[in-house]
C-alpha cells in the first residue's frame, strides 16, 4: 500500500494539529496502521497504532492522553489529532502499515512493511 502523510506545520506549545494518511489501494483495511516519528539526531520512535478495524488502539507513553489516532476505512485514511504539543514532540512523523495483523499492534519501525513520506511539525516554545 502507498501512504502520503500530510498536516504537518508550525504550531506554538500548547497548540493542536492533525495530520492524515492516505493510502492508495483497495487493501487499507486489511493493515493495521502506526504513526512514528523522527527528530533529527534520534532513531525513529513509535507513536501510536490502531487495528485495522480501528477497534483497539495503543499509544507511547510519552502521547498518552495528548494524542488520538483513528481511522476511516471508508476515505483509507488514518489520522493523528495531537493535542497539547509540547517542544519535544517536533520531527518528522511517518504513518506506516503492518499487514501482519494476526501479531497485535507492534511498535517497532522494523514490523511495518509500507512507509508514507513523512510530514514536518514543529512546535516552539
Known amino acids: 500500500v502507498q501512504l502520503q502523510a500530510f498536516g504537518g506545520g508550525l504550531v506554538q506549545a500548547g497548540g493542536s494539529l492533525r495530520l492524515s494518511c492516505a493510502a492508495s489501494?483497495?487493501?487499507?483495511?486489511?493493515?493495521?496502521m502506526g504513526w512514528f516519528r523522527q527528530s533529527p539526531g534520534k532513531e525513529r520512535e513509535f507513536v501510536a497504532a490502531?487495528?485495522?478495524?480501528?477497534?483497539?488502539?495503543y499509544y507511547a507513553d510519552s502521547v498518552k492522553g495528548r494524542f488520538t489516532i483513528s481511522r476511516d476505512n471508508s476515505k483509507n485514511t488514518v489520522y493523528l489529532q495531537m493535542n497539547s504539543l509540547k517542544f519535544e514532540d517536533t520531527a518528522v512523523y511517518y504513518c506506516?502499515?503492518?499487514?501482519?495483523?494476526?501479531?497485535?499492534?507492534?511498535?517497532?519501525?522494523?514490523?511495518?512493511?509500507?512507509w508514507g513520506r513523512g510530514t514536518l511539525v514543529t512546535v516552539s516554545s
Open positions: 490502531i487495528t485495522r478495524s480501528g477497534g483497539s488502539t
Open positions: 506506516a502499515a503492518d499487514i501482519r495483523t494476526k501479531m497485535g499492534l507492534r511498535t517497532l519501525p522494523g514490523y511495518y512493511n509500507d
Open positions: 489501494g483497495r487493501t487499507f483495511s486489511s493493515y493495521n
